[in-house]
């Protein structure tokens, strides 16, 4: 798993970001707790298709935790299988944060900053110093988190389901999902209108300012919720949704629209 975990990123789509390397990832511990039941197998690799999007150092911390949850599962006929994309997708986000708090806003500068002085200083191991900085603690988190996740998932989630506790867990976890999600879409989705009422050559409505007043972040929340209503309802493809949204965009702008 920690030298699969190095693939996360190697195959990236814009609507599940490293999903194949999650799959790929967790396909041991797929095949050895579900030997010989090929449905359940299958269960966990799509269930591992899902979006997933965070630090590459906090990665196989959040694999060990899942792995942990998927061999309960594996175990335990009553075990609720959707705790498991639950519980990875309201790790994501929190993990992100700090993963690229600690790794690319500290470590990274202190690293680059010895290596840039070594360099001013013509030491031509300077870019070694530089990768020896960060790739040691980065790899010793990597390695020390999957051993972590995997460790306390197997003592704590047994102790969570048999109290009920995994229950409410599974709800917060949810709800901290949509929240990033929420998130998510006002941060990255963005259209603006152009098109304002314009009376005897004097502007006397913004559009935009005036969905602003209403609800802000209306249109980007629209786009939303219909492109969600298009994969899971009419089951369009990813692909000729996101040429459609360039088409719209293209159109829009040659209108002067938005």
Same mark, same amino acid.
């Given at each position: 798993m920690f030298w699969r975990s190095f693939t996360l990123y190697s195959a990236v789509t814009p609507a599940k970001q490293g999903a194949s390397g999650v799959s790929y990832t967790m396909q041991p511990f797929i095949d050895r707790f579900y030997k010989n039941r090929e449905a359940d197998r299958k269960s966990a690799m799509v269930r591992h298709m899902s979006y997933f999007n965070t630090n590459v150092a906090m990665f196989p911390f959040i694999m060990g935790i899942t792995a942990s949850m998927e061999k309960e599962n594996s175990q335990k006929a009553d075990f609720n299988a959707e705790s498991i994309n639950a519980i990875k997708t309201s790790l994501i986000g929190p993990l992100a944060g700090i993963g690229d708090s600690v790794f690319w806003g500290v470590l990274r500068v202190i690293a680059a900053g010895i290596g840039v002085s070594l360099a001013q200083a013509n030491n031509f191991l300077a870019p070694i110093i530089f990768l020896i900085l960060f790739n040691l603690p980065v790899q010793f988190v990597r390695w020390q988190g999957a051993k972590l996740g995997y460790t306390l998932g197997a003592s704590y989630i047994s102790d969570l389901y048999e109290s009920g506790m995994i @229950? %409410? &867990?599974t709800k917060g976890a949810t709800i901290v999902g949509l929240a990033m999600v *929420?998130?998510?879409t006002s941060n990255m989705v963005s259209l603006q209108l152009k098109w304002n009422m314009v009376l005897d050559g004097k502007t006397i409505m913004k559009s935009q300012e005036m969905l602003n007043? #209403?609800?802000? *972040? &209306? #249109?980007p929340l629209s786009i939303t919720l219909i492109c969600f209503w298009l994969l899971k309802k009419k089951n369009? +493809? #990813? @692909?000729i949704l996101i040429f459609s949204i360039i088409g719209l965009g #293209? %159109? $829009? +702008? $040659? $209108?002067g629209i938005a």
């Open positions: @229950n %409410v &867990l *929420g998130a998510m007043q #209403i609800f802000v *972040g &209306l #249109i369009m +493809s #990813i @692909n #293209i %159109v $829009l +702008s $040659l $209108l």
